[in-house]
Each structure stands twice: as structure tokens, then as C-alpha cells.
């Protein structure tokens, strides 16, 4: 790496207050709106219900020491965050919500929509604290239209830079490809908000939160399909749905599903296109299915094994590293000495673009 590159997180979170929800909207849609539970099924604890499921959280308490407590509490108070940014030796942050990764998947789709609302504008007031370091991306299902421009207007607005939408939609829902939801796409490329399909966000459920006994046992399925998600979602509706023809200035970003799986994307896509056109009847494209991958699709890569076969077969140019901070699997305060390795087997100007350059260029950052 050079000696003082820049680095900037694609993919960091924070960590809601569990009564965020409730503090904001009270009784208006009752219980379908995320609220804290103290016992689930007869078992006392810490919950949290999130329209779809139930999820399990850590009980709170226990010594702990004070560079822990100011990373946790980094997840929820910016003044923490900025200093963890100063200690990391960390530009900036392309923040995403936690809990509202899953809270996404809802069925009250009206609830959903006001609970975003109420995350939208926690997040930009936590970004306000510093904007050149704090870069929040709104949560916005699309399947009502209307309120998504308008949440998508508002959110810039109030200096969001990007949107998060379902990775898969309701199956009563419209699909991505359907005409309806052009003027969404031209509105996100009007206002250069990059759109992600950000893992846990679609139909899957999240197997570390299973409901039955079945979904216990059928985890590592689970697990394996959230990681294939957004393959269907891509070739269905972005690529050979026609969304990214006749939306070229539409950026879009997959986030938190490695790239590994790319590569054999690109040449199964490219196959489809070049011997599969007629027996499938899909449509004529622009360009090769692998060339969308290229050139309006950026890649999110956290700790992918195979980080440096995919970025020889993808190039350097879309590829959008991101710390995960502060999830589980995040590397913390060592950044500089995990990118130092995770990237070792590229040039100094292609590590400076995978820390933080392409980033830099995909928002704007200056």
C-alpha cells in the first residue's frame, strides 16, 4: 500500500436504539413495527421483533473494558465513531443500518415505510455530526413508487448518499423489470444515489434467527441461499430485464455478498445471451452480461479467500472494499494491517483504488 493511502469503508454499519421504532411512531401501526420484547415463547431476555422474525439478542452487562465499550458504543453515538475512524486510520464510512438490514424483509409494508422513514432520519442526524466522514445510506423499498421517490428526494436532502432496497421483493410485488419502477431508476441516476442490494435485505430469512425447528435444521441451506440472493435478482430484472439499458447512468452496488461468485456469473450470463437467446426467449441486450458487471455494477468485498483470483478475473475498477465495522467479522482497529494483506498481490495504485479510490469516485467523495 502506498504510504498514506486513503481509506474509506463501502460497507460499515451502525447499531439502532431497540425503542427507535416506538419512541417515533407510538401506537400507529400497533405491533407491526420493530419493539423490543422482554420474553418470546415463554423464554425471558432480550428481543427484538422486526415484522418478519424474532430475534435473540445479547443480554447487556458484564465488565468490560473501556476501548470495547467505545467500539460498541461507536455503533450508535457519532462523536465514538469519528474516534474510531481517527484510531483506525480511516477516511470515511458508507454507513448502513443493522437491524434494519432485517427489519426490510417486513410484511406490513406500510409499517415498513414509516419505520425507514424513522431510520432515515436517526441516520442523518448521526451523519450530521461530521459529513465528510459520516456517509449514511437510507433504507428505501420500492414496491410503493410514489413514496419511494419522494423518501429518495427527502433522504438526499437531509445528505443521505445512497439507498439500500430490497434485494428481492415481496412475491406480490411487482418484479424490478416491470416499467413501473422506471421513474425511481431515472430519479436515483438524476440524483447520482447509488443503489445497493445489501445481503439479509430480500426473501431469505436470517438463519441465525431461526423460528422452527425445520428453519434450526435447514440453516446451512439458509445461510448458502442469502449468499446466491442477488444472483437471481441481477440477471432477471437488472440485466436481462432491461433496467440497466434504459437506465445507463443507474449505479448499483452489491454489498456483503464477496465476489467469488462473479466470475462463474459472468460466464453463465454471457452463455444464457450467446447460445440460450431463443430457447429462453430473452431479450436482445445492449452489451455482454458480463459488461453490465463491469461498468454500472460495483462488487462489495469484506474478507473473500479468493479476494485476489476474483479481482484478476473482475479487474480493479468495481471492486469496493468494506470493514463491516462493527459486525462480528470486522477487522477493527487493524485495518491498515488486513489490507495490508488482503491486497498485497497488487500494484500500490490498484490498492489505493481498492481502499478507498473507487469509493471515492462511485460518491463523489473529496
Known amino acids: 500500500m502506498s504510504s498514506d493511502p486513503t481509506i474509506i469503508s463501502a460497507d460499515s454499519h451502525v447499531v439502532e436504539p431497540l ?3 416506538r419512541r417515533a411512531l407510538g401506537s400507529r401501526f400497533g405491533d407491526e413495527i420493530p419493539h423490543q420484547l422482554d420474553e418470546h415463547k415463554g423464554e425471558k431476555g432480550r428481543f427484538l421483533f422486526t415484522g418478519r422474525q424474532v430475534l435473540r439478542l445479547p443480554e447487556k452487562g458484564g465488565a468490560v473494558s473501556d476501548d470495547h465499550r467505545d467500539l460498541y458504543e461507536s455503533g450508535f453515538i457519532p462523536e465514538k465513531r469519528l474516534s474510531f475512524q481517527e484510531k483506525a486510520g480511516i477516511r470515511a464510512e458508507i454507513l448502513y443500518g443493522s437491524y434494519m438490514l432485517v427489519i426490510m424483509q417486513s410484511p406490513h409494508r406500510a409499517a415498513l415505510r414509516a419505520s425507514c422513514e424513522v431510520f432515515n432520519d436517526w441516520l442523518a442526524e448521526f451523519c450530521s455530526r461530521d459529513t465528510r466522514k459520516l456517509l449514511g445510506t437510507g433504507m428505501i423499498p420500492i414496491d410503493d413508487v410514489d413514496w419511494a421517490i419522494r423518501e429518495l428526494e427527502r433522504t438526499a436532502k437531509k445528505g443521505l448518499r445512497g439507498a439500500c432496497i430490497n434485494v428481492a421483493l415481496p412475491p406480490d410485488a411487482k418484479p424490478y423489470r416491470d416499467a413501473v419502477y422506471d421513474p425511481f431508476w431515472a430519479r436515483a441516476a438524476a440524483l447520482a444515489m447509488p443503489l445497493t442490494l445489501h445481503s439479509i435485505t430480500g426473501t431469505i430469512i436470517d438463519p441465525f434467527y431461526p423460528r422452527t425447528e425445520r428453519e434450526r435444521e435447514e440453516g446451512p441451506g439458509t445461510l448458502l ?3 446466491y440472493e442477488a444472483q437471481a ?3 432477471n430484472d437488472f440485466i436481462f430485464g ?3 439499458d ?6 448499483l452496488i452489491c454489498s456483503e455478498f464477496e465476489i467469488n461468485w462473479v ?7 454471457d452463455h444464457m445471451a450467446a447460445r440460450y437467446v431463443k430457447k429462453m426467449s430473452l431479450p436482445t441486450l445492449k452489451k455482454k452480461p458480463s459488461e453490465y458487471m463491469g461498468t454500472q455494477i460495483w462488487h462489495g468485498v469484506i474478507g473473500d479467500p479468493l479476494t485476489t483470483q476474483s479481482i484478476n478475473f ?3 475498477d468495481m471492486i469496493l472494499w468494506g470493514s463491516d465495522f462493527p459486525h462480528v467479522r470486522s477487522v477493527g482497529l487493524n485495518t491498515r494491517e488486513s489490507l495490508d494483506v488482503q491486497f498485497a498481490a497488487f500494484s500500490a495504485t490498484d490498492r489505493d483504488k481498492l481502499v478507498g479510490g473507487n469509493v471515492a469516485r462511485l460518491y463523489d467523495i473529496r
Open 246 to 251: 434504459r437506465h445507463p447512468n443507474l449505479k
Open 242 to 244: 432491461g433496467v440497466l
Open 19 to 21: 425503542d427507535l421504532w
Open 314 to 316: 473482475l479487474g480493479t
Open 233 to 235: 435478482t441481477l440477471a
Open 263 to 269: 466470475p462463474f456469473f459472468c460466464w453463465k450470463t
Open 225 to 227: 441461499a442469502l449468499s
